[in-house]
């Protein structure tokens, strides 16, 4: 069974940092674009940042460049979403997503593949 399993979302203080993992099972994703998504209450799904399978090119939303860093580790079929100064508006629940392609894209419909999503909340 394909799966993306998300951890390491928690309560936390606005101005600390948090790292995100997503872990794959089930087949290898070393060929597909891989990205973050986020959707706070009431607000649509938003794109946070992704990653390109060939060159590892990276690629993030306006609220968090600069702050918040992707990455993968393709021998441990993991990838990270590290998250430094987090604010309020971090608060979401956050998802890993697998494109169906290799290229980067923000439109989470060509992403086919999506973890149960793990929840972040910042505190004041």
């Known amino acids: 069974q394909v799966q993306l399993v998300e951890s390491g979302g928690g309560v936390v203080q606005a101005g600390v940092s948090l790292r995100l993992s997503c872990a794959t099972s089930?087949?290898?994703?070393?060929?597909?674009?891989m990205a973050w998504f986020r959707q706070a209450p009431g607000k649509e799904r938003e794109f946070v940042a992704g990653?390109?399978?060939?060159?590892?090119?990276?690629y993030y939303g306006s609220s968090v460049e600069g702050r918040f860093t992707i990455s993968r580790d393709s021998a441990e079929n993991t990838m990270y979403l590290q998250m430094i100064s987090l604010r309020q508006d971090d608060t979401a629940v956050y998802y890993c997503a697998a494109s169906k392609y290799t290229g980067l894209t923000t439109d989470a419909s060509q992403y086919d593949t999506w973890g149960q999503g793990t929840r972040v909340t910042v505190s004041s």
């Open positions: 990653i390109s399978s060939s060159t590892g090119t990276t």
């Open positions: 089930g087949r290898t994703f070393s060929r597909n674009a």
